[in-house]
C-alpha cells in the first residue's frame, strides 16, 4: 500500500515536471512576447521593436512586443517577474530595474531576472526647443540668474535619467524643477509642447527634431563626442566630471530553463550581426556595436547593482521611498 501510495506521488511529481522539461527541449513552439515597461515611442520601446524584429527571423516564432508603462518601470517588471519561466514572457531592462528596489517597494528584485543579452547603451543627452536655448553656455547663465525657474522632465520618479539629472545638478550647483512623467515619450512631449524647458534623452530619441532646427542638444553625459553631433559639447569638455546614460537589455523571468535562455541569447546574438539589424540600428540613431552577449551583460549587470547603489547614496534619494 505504502509502495502504490509512493508511486503514485512521484508520478504526479513527474507530470508536474515534464512540461517544463517539454518547453525546454521544444522551445519555441509559440509566439514570445517581450513587455517594455515604459511608453511607446521611448528609446526602449523602439530599441526592442527594432531587434525584436530582426530576432524572430532567427528564433523561428513571431516576437510581440508589448508596452507596460507605469511606476518608472515596476509596472512592466513586476508583471514579468510574476510570469511563469518558460521563456515566453520576456523584459526589455534598464537601469530602473536595479534603481527601483533601490529607491523604493517594488513587486520584484533584480534577483528576479536572468540577464539574456544587452541590445544597447546611450549617454544622458540634455535637450531643449531650439527657441528656448541656443547653447548650454546660455542655460547655465540662465539658471543661475533664476534658480528654480527650469523645469526639466524625466521618465519617471527615481528613473535612470532622473538620477543622472540630480547629478548633474549636484556636480554644477544649479537648482532646476526635475518633473517625472509617465515614460521617455512623454517627457518629450512634455518638452516639445512647451510645458517644461528641458528633457533629457537618448540622442536617437530626437535626432530628427535635431536635424531640422526644432530641437538643440546642450549638452551629452557620454565618455567622448558623439558621432552624429560632434557640435555638442560632452560634460567633460564642459569642466564637468561625470559620465552617465542608459543601457538596454534583454532578461527572463528566475527560474527559466538554461536552455531556453540560451536559445533567446543564440537568437538575438545572430540578430546584432545580422546587416539588416545594423541598418536599422544605424537609421535610428542607434549604436549598433554596443551589444553584449550573456557573459558580459551578467557582469555588467551586477557592477551597475553596485555603481547605482553608490550613485542613490551619493544623491540622497533613499529617504525619498
Not at 536559445?263 to 546587416?275: C, H, M, S, V, W
Request: charged content about 20%; glycine content about 8%; aromatic content about 8%.
Amino acid at each position: 500500500m505504502k509502495a502504490t501510495r509512493m508511486f503514485a506521488f512521484l508520478a504526479a511529481a513527474a507530470l508536474c515536471l515534464t512540461p517544463v522539461a517539454a518547453l525546454a527541449a521544444d522551445y519555441p513552439t509559440k509566439p514570445v512576447k517581450i513587455i517594455v515597461p515604459f511608453a511607446a515611442g521611448g528609446a526602449a520601446d523602439i530599441t526592442t521593436r527594432l531587434a525584436a524584429k530582426i530576432a524572430e527571423k532567427y528564433l523561428g516564432q513571431p516576437i510581440a512586443v508589448e508596452n507596460r508603462p507605469g511606476g518608472g518601470g515596476a509596472t512592466g517588471y513586476g508583471e514579468v517577474a510574476r510570469s511563469r519561466p518558460d521563456g515566453y514572457t520576456l523584459s526589455e531592462v534598464g537601469p530602473s530595474v536595479v534603481i527601483a528596489p533601490l529607491t523604493r517597494k517594488t513587486p520584484f528584485a533584480t534577483e528576479s531576472f536572468i540577464p539574456v543579452v544587452n541590445m544597447v547603451y546611450e549617454p544622458e543627452t540634455v535637450a531643449c526647443l531650439s527657441k528656448r536655448f541656443k547653447t548650454w553656455e546660455e542655460l547655465v547663465e540662465y539658471s543661475k540668474a533664476n534658480p528654480g525657474a527650469v523645469k526639466v522632465s524625466v521618465s519617471g520618479a527615481m528613473a535612470s535619467d532622473h538620477l543622472a539629472m540630480l547629478r548633474l545638478m549636484k556636480k554644477t550647483g544649479l537648482q532646476w524643477v526635475v518633473v517625472p512623467t509617465n515614460g521617455s515619450s512623454q517627457a518629450m512631449t512634455s518638452m516639445l509642447g512647451g510645458h517644461v524647458d528641458l528633457t533629457t534623452v537618448s540622442p536617437s530619441e530626437l535626432s530628427e527634431q535635431v536635424r531640422s532646427g526644432e530641437v538643440n542638444y546642450l549638452l551629452t553625459l557620454a565618455a567622448k563626442k558623439l558621432t552624429e553631433f560632434p557640435n555638442v559639447p560632452t560634460a567633460n569638455e564642459k569642466g564637468i566630471d561625470l559620465v552617465d546614460g542608459p543601457w538596454r537589455g534583454i532578461v527572463a523571468p528566475k527560474g527559466t530553463p538554461e536552455e531556453i535562455i540560451a536559445r533567446i541569447e543564440y537568437t538575438f546574438l545572430k540578430a546584432f550581426n545580422d546587416p539588416e539589424f545594423v541598418e536599422a540600428y544605424t537609421k535610428a540613431g542607434l549604436p549598433p556595436d554596443m551589444w553584449m552577449n550573456r557573459k558580459d551583460f551578467t557582469e555588467m549587470f551586477e557592477q551597475q547593482k553596485k555603481d547605482i547603489a553608490a550613485v542613490v547614496s551619493e544623491v540622497d534619494v533613499k529617504g525619498k521611498k
